[in-house]
Structure formats: C-alpha cells, structure tokens
C-alpha cells in the first residue's frame, strides 16, 4: 500500500519541503519530491533530497551496535555497548577528569534539534569542556560578530530579496549553493535574477568567474582572503565622501572609534592589497551607498581566511551605516517562535573556557576542530584520551586530516554514532547505529529563526527505524542513567526520566515518558508566537504572521541595549591586519580558493548513486599560470603545500584570476565495510589536505580553507619533456 508524507529535509537550512511517497508492504520509498503545497520552502528543491533514500538503503548501514575485534566489528546488543562504554568512560573520568573525554559532532546533528539537545545533555553528564564541532569548519566568525555587536552569539539576519535594489555579495556563489548559510532564503538567486530583470545592481566579489558571478553587472575578481580589506575600502570612501546614513532601528554607539580606524587606512593600499583598482572600490561604494534599498551578504568564502572574522564584522558595518540592517530590502531579523537569545542564554549559557594548548576561548560552547590533535597528542592534565563522534567527519571536513587521522588512533577510546562507517571512524571502539530524519519525527523552534518569513514545519515520519535501533536523544539518555552522571548535569534528573518512564508504563501512555517534545512544548508555550496544535494541522507547514521588520533592537542584549558597531578587539585586529603586508612567495606562489559543487553534501554521503554525477574534484588553474609549469587542460598535477601533497586533474581556464587556483571542498572521503574492515570506494580527493590546523583565524578559530597557498606541478613532466625532444 502507498503512502504520501508530507515532511520536509534536513539535510541544510534550505529545509525543503517533500513529498514522499512510501511503500508501506518494504517501508521503503518509491519517492521524493516537492512538495507543491508547502507555502514556503519547496522551491530549492535538488537532488541531495530526491536521493535522501539511498542513505537509509546504505549497502554498508549500521544496524545493530558493533564492537572492535581486532580489525573487525561484530555487533552486539545495546546493552552490552552501553554498559561497556559507560564503564569504559567512568574509568577514564576516574583516572584523568571529564575532560579527559572529547567530542565532536557534525553538521547533520546540527538539524535535528531533539538529538542535539540530548546530546548535549550527555556533554553536560559527563562535565567535559573539550568540545568540538562543525561551526568551526565555517560559521563561528558570524557567531563572534554577533555576540560582540549584537549581544548574542545566534543572530540570523536573513536577506530581504525582493525589495533590494543593489546586492552586494561576497564568498558566496548562489546559483550553485542557493541563497542560504545561517538563514534561508528559498529560490533565491532566481528572485535576485528577477530583480536584476526589474533593474535591481548585482556585484559579485569572487576570485573566479562563478556561475552567480557570470550573471552579475559588475564582478570584482578580488584576490582570496582580502575581502577584509576591500569592505574596509568601501567603508572608508562611504565616510570620507559623507554617504552614510545611520541605522534608523538600531541605537549605535562606537562611530568615533571606526572613523578612526577608517583614518588610519590607505585607500590605495586597500586597493592594492585586494588586487583591485582605486577606481573600481569606488564605483562599487557609492553605488552602494547611492541605491535606494541594498545589502551586502558575506558567506563562507569571506569567513574561511585567517582575517575572515573581520570581513564578516566589516559586512555588518556597511550595512548599519548606510541603513540596510532590519529594513526593507536590507537584511532583516526574524523573531522565530522563540526569544532566541533567552534560549540560548538558558541552555547554551557561554563559557570562560580555554583549550589547554593553545589557550583560545569556546565559540558557543565549542573549541575549534583544528586543535583536536593537539589536545589528544599533548601530553598533560586534561589530555584527550576519548572522543565521542556524532554524525561527524572531521578528518575529511577539517583542515591537515592526516594529522587529525594519526591523532584519533592514538586515542585510548573511539565511540561514534552515525549510519555509515566513515573516514574519521575507522579507529572506533564501538560503532553506534543512528537514525536517518526520513526516520524520526521531530519539530525544531530554533530553525524557525533563520527563515525569511515566520514560518515552521513539522517535520512528519515518513520510514520506520530499522527494528530494534534507538533514537540518537535515547542512547545518549540511556548512556547518561548507565553512566550514574545526571542528563544535562542537573541533580535528579535521571531519577525524574526513571520516574516518568514508570508512569508511562503503570498507565499505558507513552508521552508520559519524559521525552524531547516536553522541550519544544515548553519552548513554544514560552514563546507565545504559535501553537503546537496548529503547527501540527498544517502538515505542508506554516507561516504564522506576516513578515516584520524593526525586531532587532528589542533582541539586543548587549548591556546598554546598543549596537557595537566598532568593537575593540575588532579595530586592533584590523590594525595588525593594516600593518602586516601579504607574504607573497616563489615557493608557494599560488592561492588555493575553495567553491561548492551543487550535488555534493560536505563530506557526508556523497558516495550515494544518485549524486554521482561528478566521480572526482579537480583544480582550476588560469592559462598563464599552467603556462609557466606546462600543464595542458586534463593533466594530473601535483598540488603542494607546506602541510601536504595530493594530486588533481587540472582544468585550464580563464574563469580563474592569474595567482589563484581552486578546488571544491567535501571529496576524498572514504566509508567502510565494518564487518569486513575493508574501505570501500572514494570518491575525488581531499583538498583540505592542503590546509595548516596550527594557521587559523585568531578571531573565529577557523581555518583557511580559502586562502592556502600552493605550487601545482605537472605529473610526468620529464616524460613530456622526452617527447617534446624526440619531436625536435
């Protein structure tokens, strides 16, 4: 018998709806597609979410728990592998303190809201501060920004497409990724595309000739890892020509020291230092500042340098002093169903905490994925000793994974929670089976903060789990009890969970069991903004009031209830940029720049068939610059870095500026047959290869994924000098 559920995906922010149809006989899908009825969210709909089945067909899925036999795992039940990790734990937390116990956990536990909440919970049970996770591969420079202008780590502010009349877009590419990151915006390139056709300036800052900057009006191919000092230039001709107009719904409070920081600059340099003319910074800023309604959106191209942090900021500015922030056609702050900030204050509350080696301080909560090999391999009080992995793959997604992979086999104990056997797993312990959001039914208040509109879904069941497999919020519950350490580190909790699962078995009702909804429940009713009961009669999802703007400066929570325009450690940051002149090479002469691909998924599934239209990554390389190395279009090429050496095809074009090659992020990855403990298939090559863990940006802790540089070699290059003499 068929069945049609309406729910929508979860594999990124975009959270399209579908519609899947279900073979209920196999409880397999015959189906995904989009759903025509959803109000607001189907329009992004693409292959990664009409092939999500396959993930749950998985040739080589886990099922059952599996424990390590030499290089082998037999499964087992989960009551020997929570009574074995428990004890395993405990001994370690005994014998070197909860920090002792490490953890990581990637991006697709980032959507699922009752999974990650739990999680975190066991985080808190066990007390340790070594956390890690997938923010730190690129998001944790707009959390920074945020909490220092803003007074919260979590702002999405999310654009306002279809009345802005200039867009300013830099690191992003669109028309390949959608117009989405921390907020989301459905189809939105084609509505940008429309009101390009209505008139509306589009300026592209990218190093390569996108498929988004091959649209544009005017596309400034910048040099990678200088967007900081391009917004710079703009702010600075903006306030010396006297374009700007201050935020009409924001109080402001720091002018004077960022005209300050703006006086010091050069405009030349500027211009200089982004490979740019004079001329051409500043069309672009009184353009922008000309226009009657713009914005200007930063993603992970600007964010992924080591002065990331400071374009994200130096976005921002330029949006607040000229009047584009929480208007129309700016970027605007959606409320969402709950006080964002109260939230997050109450269960996300920051902390003081530092890594041991290197001393930097959590971003929301979390260390940077790129001193996980130092905290394992350093020895000392507080050493890594296990690491718990959920749904991450930080060997293939961080930067220099030789040395995150030679770091996690040092461990004295691996647990990972996923469905497949990955890249970063292959030194597990134990292998936990997870679930697959086809599976669950679940409704998340905090991705309401990051639409376009108020709006939410709930996210509807469309499979059954595979008989016998917990929910990831239930093993980490269960593991907490096993443990004897509270869930959420509060006194009598795990007595209260005891206790309510009593109840609910005397009476025969299961909701009695203390259980994630409880918490979106509460959230909801705290919120005041929408009714649990009405979300659930709308199955194609929900768009709860009209759109608002205005919202932003009641959400403040800075102390005095002001923006922080020119915060202190941004404006010494930009003076050491301003001082420190770019260290150009002959060794490394080029710039490595990362890009999307459409289909791939980051580092996770991308060998499933239906995403197989791409079988590997490759390198762009400008002709004058494969010119000076004799590299034709399709060589093998060595690609070298001071961290390491792999090998691409080479693509010649001249969609690349001369100096910068790029490749896209997310290959090389492989999975594993774990009761065979054979690999199985890889796909591409893995750029991040390339990339230094000890070089980051000081602020956000991220990597430089987007600025690495490099030298390309031909692969044979003797043999074709042999031919080129026979030819002689």
């Known amino acids: ?19 899947v149809t279900v073979d209920d006989e196999s409880n397999t899908v015959i189906s995904i597609e989009p759903d025509r009825q959803n109000p607001y969210t189907w329009g ?8 999500a089945h396959q993930a749950v067909q998985h040739p080589n899925r886990i099922t059952r728990p599996m424990k390590r036999v030499g290089d082998r795992y037999v499964e087992t039940s989960y009551d020997e592998a929570i009574s074995a990790i428990a004890e395993r734990l405990n001994d370690i937390i005994d014998r070197h303190g909860a920090d002792a116990i490490g953890s990581y956990n990637g991006n697709p536990i980032g959507f699922t809201f009752t999974n990650a909440t739990w999680y975190s919970g066991l985080l808190d049970a066990i007390g340790t501060k070594n956390r890690f996770f997938y923010g730190s591969v690129d998001q944790n420079g707009g959390h920074i920004v945020c909490e220092q202008l803003y007074g919260i780590e979590q702002v999405s502010l999310v654009p306002d497409i279809d ?4 867009f300013l877009m830099l690191g992003m590419d669109p028309a390949v990724s959608k117009f989405n990151w921390m907020e989301n915006n459905p189809r939105g390139w084609q509505r940008v595309l429309q009101r390009q ?9 990218d190093p390569r000739t996108s498929s988004t900057a091959a649209c544009a009006d005017n596309h400034v191919a910048i040099l990678p890892g200088r967007d900081w000092a391009f917004l710079l230039a703009l702010i600075k001709v903006i306030l010396d020509e006297n374009l700007e107009r201050l935020s009409t719904t924001l109080p402001i409070v720091g002018m004077d020291d960022l005209r300050g920081l703006v006086g010091e600059a050069d405009l030349g340099d500027l211009a200089e230092r982004c490979g740019v003319s004079v001329a051409t910074v500043q069309d672009v800023a009184r353009r922008f500042a000309g226009a009657r309604r713009a914005m200007c959106v930063a993603h992970t191209g600007v964010s992924q340098n080591e002065n990331g942090t400071l374009g994200e900021w130096l976005s921002h500015v330029l949006n607040l002093i000229t009047d584009r922030t929480d208007r129309p056609g700016g970027r605007r702050f959606e409320r969402g169903v709950i006080d964002i900030g109260k939230v997050l204050a109450m269960v996300a509350p920051s902390t003081k905490h530092r890594s041991r080696v290197r001393g930097l301080p959590a971003i929301v909560g979390y260390h940077a994925v790129a001193e996980i090999p130092d905290e394992i391999n350093t020895p000392g009080p507080g050493q890594i000793k296990a690491m718990l992995i959920a749904f991450g793959n930080p060997v293939v997604s961080g930067p220099d994974g030789r040395a995150l992979d030679e770091a996690l086999s ?11 056997q990955r890249e970063s797993h292959r030194h597990a312990d134990w292998l936990i089976p997870g679930t697959h959001w086809l599976e669950r039914s679940e409704l998340s208040p905090v991705l309401a903060s990051l639409q376009e509109v108020p709006y939410i879904q709930y996210g509807a069941q469309a499979l059954d789990k595979p008989e016998g497999v917990l929910e990831e919020w239930e093993f980490c519950e269960a593991l907490a009890a096993a443990m004897g350490r509270n869930l959420f580190g509060k006194p009598g909790v795990n007595r209260f969970i005891a206790l309510t699962k009593k109840l609910a078995r005397w009476t025969n009702r299961p909701g009695l069991a203390m259980n994630p909804d409880w918490v979106v429940r509460g959230m909801l009713a705290a919120g005041r903004r929408v009714k649990y009961a009405d979300i659930i009669k709308a199955p194609h999802g929900l768009v709860y009031g009209p759109r608002r703007y205005g919202d932003l400066a009641k959400a403040l929570r800075t102390p005095d209830k002001r923006v922080r325009i020119a915060p ?12 420190r002149r770019p260290v150009e090479g002959d060794e490394f002469p080029l710039l490595l720049a990362n890009k999307r691909t459409r289909e791939a998924m980051n580092s996770w599934l991308n060998e499933s068939p239906g995403l197989r239209a791409q079988q590997d990554n490759a390198i762009e390389i400008h002709p004058a610059d494969a010119g000076k190395v004799g590299i034709r279009d399709g060589d093998r090429v060595r690609v070298i870095s001071k961290t390491n050496t792999i090998e691409l095809p080479a693509i010649v074009t001249t969609s690349i500026r ?23 298939g890889q796909l591409g090559t893995n750029r991040n290869l390339l990339v230094d863990n000890q070089r980051i940006d000081p602020l956000s802790q991220l990597p430089v994924f987007n600025s690495t540089a490099v030298r390309v070699e031909l692969i044979g290059a003797e043999d074709r000098s042999d031919e080129a003499a026979r030819r002689t």
Do not use: N
């Not at 104990?413 to 469905?419: H, M, W």
């Not at 202190?568 to 001082?579: D, G, K, Y």
């Open 1 to 19: 018998m068929e069945r049609k559920v309406h729910t929508f995906c979860r594999i990124c922010v975009a959270s399209c709806g579908l519609e």
């Open 44 to 51: 992004d709909f693409c292959r990664k979410g009409k092939t």
């Open 163 to 166: 009345d802005c009349d200039c």
């Open 197 to 205: 056709q209505a008139g509306a300036y589009v300026i592209v800052v």
């Open 410 to 420: 040092a461990l004295d104990f691996l647990v990972v929670i996923d469905i497949v």
């Open 568 to 579: 202190e450690m941004f404006v010494e940051a930009t003076r050491e940029a301003l001082r």
């Open 658 to 680: 001369p100096g910068v090659v790029c490749s896209p992020h997310g290959w090389g990855g492989r999975h594993f047959d774990p009761h065979t403990g054979t690999a199985v």
